[in-house]
């Protein structure tokens, strides 16, 4: 959890701005929508499958991409206003 949130305060993005997490619905990407929640932060949550949106949602995330099923998940993150990335984890791609 220290990890998360070191990268959130490193990140610079401040209250009332965007940060998307990728991998948000794994472990550490749940603490990560809590912890931008609690500073103040708007969530995007990217992560694999449809039925991780109900779930990071309910943990506050505002905004949601599935990369299964997104043509294109850069251009997606940046359409709903992209400030900042806290990348955590292995992923196929970098945001």
């Not at 997490?21 to 990407?29: D, E, K, M, R, W």
């Not at 969530?43 to 309910?58: D, F, P, S």
């Not at 599935?66 to 990348?87: A, N, P, Q, Y």
Request: proline share 2%; net charge negative; glycine share 14%.
């Amino acid at each position: 959890g220290v990890t998360v949130y070191r990268g959130l305060k490193e990140s610079n993005v401040r209250p009332g701005e965007i940060v998307a997490i990728n991998g948000a619905g794994g472990g550490l990407g749940s603490l990560a929508i809590q912890y931008a929640k609690a500073m103040g932060m708007e969530v995007i949550a990217v992560c694999k499958g449809l039925n991780q949106e109900e779930h990071v949602k309910r943990l506050g995330a505002d905004h949601f991409v599935d990369v299964d099923t997104s043509e294109d998940v850069v251009k997606e993150v940046i359409e709903v206003r992209f400030c900042g990335v806290l990348r955590q984890g292995p992923t196929k791609g970098v945001l």
